[in-house]
């Protein structure tokens, strides 16, 4: 997916910037099936995963469980180390996250 297109996609108002000024940025999207709700952040390549996961939680899931509880993936598969920046993950400009529970809960 190319920056354009992410950017055209319906999301939660105004995109969360963690880019650091003066750096190379792009933007990356948050998805979490829960809330059925996405939010655009604008990130530098060397943003830690632990920082984007917890500004799209506080704006997606504000009263939601510990930030322990839930996973962030990209591809299908869980970014296991948060501690490493959005570039070593192989994230790119337009790439989309998954933010969901780390276990599969009932539904009721």
Known sequence: MSAAFVTQLRSRGDALHLAVPDAPAFTVRVEMPEVWDTVRAIVSPTTPIIE??????????????????FVLKLRGFEVLDEGMSVADTGAVDGSCYLLTHRYRRPVR
């Open 52 to 69: 984007l996961k917890e500004r799209a939680l506080a704006a997606l899931y504000p009263h939601g469980e510990a930030q322990a509880a």
